[in-house]
């Protein structure tokens, strides 16, 4: 079965300091892997899209990174700001009839205090 | 700009009653979804349709009813069948040969009284 775990589940960080968010997944065929940012009471917006010859892609002061041999993600923070306060959703799509089959993680709760 | 538009924002119903969350984008997308999303859970799916007129079962589909009379259009209507029907839903619409990448609307939050 197709699953993709994240953690931690929770993280607070005070304001400015970096932090890393995990995502290991076991789906196959692997077509790409996102992460996806979701504010409180908001839909999830994509941050970064990877696919299986990508090891590392940035989006301003976040970076994420692919193994995909390990099957495992990273997305990384970068001098937090209050507004990073939002859940970050790791997504991996395995390709199904010229289209995609997302499996969703659980999410990463982040917090950051000022 | 385009986008997608769910309404309403918030809903309250009582049981046994049906109610209808509309989705509505302007993206030219050919496929749409429907998802819901628990506390402490991932987003599962509960219809797609990847063209007008035709649509399928997700994994939580029971209880859930839609239609695809327009592209544009993806109305959900939860059902008195649906058992446990509190939770935030949201509609998402992708371009059919492209990334995979969903673009999700506001969400709408759903509590049975």
């Known amino acids: 079965k197709n699953q993709v775990e994240q953690s931690p589940q929770s993280l607070i960080i005070l304001e400015g300091k970096n932090c890393t968010l995990q995502?290991?997944?076991?789906?196959?065929?692997?077509?790409?892997l996102r992460w996806y940012k979701q504010d409180t009471g908001r839909g999830p917006v994509s941050l970064t899209i990877?696919?299986?010859?990508?090891n590392t892609k940035s989006n301003g002061r976040y970076t994420a990174t692919l193994d995909a041999d390990t099957k495992q993600s990273s997305l990384h923070i970068t001098a937090s700001q209050l507004s990073d306060s939002a859940s970050y959703i790791c997504v991996v799509s395995a390709p199904s009839g010229g289209s995609y089959i997302p499996t969703f993680g659980r999410g990463t709760s982040l917090i950051v205090h000022p | 700009d385009g986008g997608i538009t769910q309404s309403p924002k918030y809903l309250f119903r009582k049981e046994g009653q049906n109610v209808t969350l509309s989705c509505e984008q302007n993206l030219n997308h050919d496929a749409m979804y429907w998802y819901r999303q628990d506390p402490g859970q991932g987003l599962r799916l509960i219809y797609y349709s990847q063209i007008v007129n035709d649509f399928q079962k997700g994994d939580i589909a029971e209880g859930y009813s839609v239609s695809r009379e327009k592209k544009e259009s993806f109305p959900l209507t939860v059902t008195s069948a649906q058992k446990n029907p509190t939770a935030f839903y949201l509609c998402?619409?992708?371009?059919?040969?492209?990334?995979?990448?969903?673009?999700f609307g506001e969400g709408s939050r759903l509590t049975v009284l």
């Open positions: 990877m696919t299986f010859s990508e």
């Open positions: 995502c290991n997944y076991t789906v196959s065929p692997f077509s790409n």
């Open positions: 998402a619409s992708s371009i059919r040969q492209g990334t995979g990448e969903l673009f």
